[in-house]
Nanobody, 119 residues
Framework: QVQLIESGGGLVQAGGSLRLSCAASGGTFSVYRMGWFRQAPGKGREFVAAITWNSGTTLYADSVKGRFTVTKDNAKSTVYLQMASLKPEDTAVYYC????????????WGQGTQVTVSS
């Protein structure tokens, strides 16, 4: 059973940067894609970015394109979300998630990490 542990959230001023990490324990041989999602207060969870584990192909929401970068380190079984030019509207709890080959959707989620951007 794979578990996802996120880290790197915090408080930052608008225009600043943060890097989130998501470490997968329990093996990544079954991983097709790793994704980042976020949920702001009073809103639903939304897709932010994703990376295909083997090919490295990346996907981004329009709202973060050009500001956020998703990368991975296969040896460390870790995926990163580098966030730059942060805006107050990026404030949310950020979750990483795993989509295995055996499932059409993401079925394993991290505990979430809070990102707060002050204006």
């Amino acid at each position: 059973q794979v578990q996802l542990i996120e880290s790197g959230g915090g408080l930052v001023q608008a225009g600043g940067s943060l890097r989130l990490s998501c470490a997968a324990s329990g093996g990544t041989f079954s991983v097709y894609r790793m994704g980042w999602f976020r949920q702001a207060p009073g809103k639903g969870r939304e897709f932010v970015a994703a990376i295909t584990w083997n090919s490295g192909t990346t996907l981004y929401a329009d709202s973060v394109k050009g500001r956020f970068t998703v990368t991975k380190d296969n040896a460390k079984s870790t995926v990163y979300l580098q966030m730059a030019s942060l805006k107050p509207e990026d404030t949310a709890v950020y979750y990483c998630a795993l989509r295995p080959y055996s499932n059409q959707g993401y079925d394993t989620w991290g505990q979430g990490t809070q990102v707060t951007v002050s204006s």
